[in-house]
């Protein structure tokens, strides 16, 4: 799942009218730095206010995603966010001119396309996934809304919908995954039902929707003088209230398409969480609403894993085994402390050392209560960074990597016999004039037992 950070390579503008506003909005899409995140501008302002679009920061969700900082507001984001996060764009500053971005077509096939058209630039830094390896549930009691999600091996959603509507009953959609995105749903639109249009523009909203941004759905008859209020109301002609039905312009894309907005708006909601995620969703008659209480409890939950342990699969095939380490390091029995090295990036390594009860430490340390001594747990990571940084090498025989300096040591969980530890090492920096400064972290299950970091030294063997 290690893959790097991406955001635009050129920035591009679009404009319209805003769906609750009805204002004649723009709104900009530019390339952000590394680990910079989503964040909306509101240029209109004074000192021209950012906001971060993370999940805390959702303050209505009632016909749409709002997000806030102080008085300044941006309502009707969630479709360009689905469009970015459907592209693995993790970076990006969107600068618009008004309360909300312009809703266009109701849908996000012009974010798309224009996303597509300036290209994207990958950057140097991972992408941080966070992968679900055990289920999380969100759940509204009184409305029945849920969202479930469960460890997969790939980002995919299913959703049901269901309405007391005759032309809009139970419906589902699926999205298996997300390069089938622009195919499959970025052209979902909004919709709305009749019935609800006229408290929803007494409220002040929707005052710039019509029936071509949005799918209008009459499926419950009224007299023909109050649908025609309505249909004044909207700014269109009179129609026969005795026909039920989609009122649209322009026919539904898919059967489903309701279905398929509803997976739309999910993933624009959750590209709040601010990371991608690795899992299946499952969501049972989604909204904003919940949607929201879904992406606060996912930041929850990654903030207190904010190191997660890597996935190991001990069936899974090494790519560095114990005679390739032999080849690299110069320890021998009994230092060797790295049995195999699973996963290499351009900046990390992901090494497994497996402690049984014939570790010769154990002997003294201790003789009733073994645990392995707190130094080997760092020497261990340290040959695992050693490996990594050994591997650039062309001719690694000539060369041997020693400690300089140590710092920033924790020790959260004693090892013992039985534990298999695994180790992530990061380069925190370029390697330079023979320097590696490398964070590591070691854990047992999801649990982490030790940090450090540490500097290295490369040198060549006299």
Known sequence: MNNKQKTLNGSFSLFGKGLHTGLNLTVTFNPAPENYGY????????????????????????????????????????????????QGIDNCLMQVNGPEFPILDGSAIIFLENIERVGIKEQNAEKDTF???????IKDEKTGNSIIILPDEKF???????????ILFNQYSTL????????????SRTFVFVRELEALLAAGLIKGGDLDNAIVIYEREMPQEKFNHITDLMGVPHMDAKKLGYLNHKPLV???????HKLLDIIGDLALIGKPLQGRIIATCPGHTINNKFARAMRKVIREHQIQAPVYNPSAPSVMDINRIRELLPHRYPFILIDKIVEIGSDYIIGVKNVTMNEPFFQGHFPDEPVMPGVLLVEAMSQCGGLHVLNMLEDASLYSTYFIKIEKIMFHKKVVPGDTLVFRVELLSPLRHGMAIMKGYGFVGEKMVVEAQFTGQIIKKK
Do not use: C
């Not at 898919?254 to 398929?260: D, K, T």
């Open 176 to 187: 298996e995954d997300m390069k089938e995105f622009k195919e499959e749903i970025a052209s």
């Open 254 to 260: 898919w059967n489903n398409e309701p279905a398929r």
């Open 39 to 86: 964040k909306i501008q509101r240029i209109d302002l004074p000192g021209e206010p950012i906001i971060d679009a993370v999940a805390e920061n959702v303050t209505e969700t009632t016909r749409g995603t709002v997000l806030s900082k102080g008085d300044a507001k941006v309502s009707t984001v969630e479709h360009a966010m689905a469009a970015l996060f459907s």
């Open 131 to 137: 992968i679900i390896k055990s289920k999380i549930e």
């Open 156 to 166: 995919s959603l299913n959703v049901l919908v269901h309405y007391d509507s005759d």
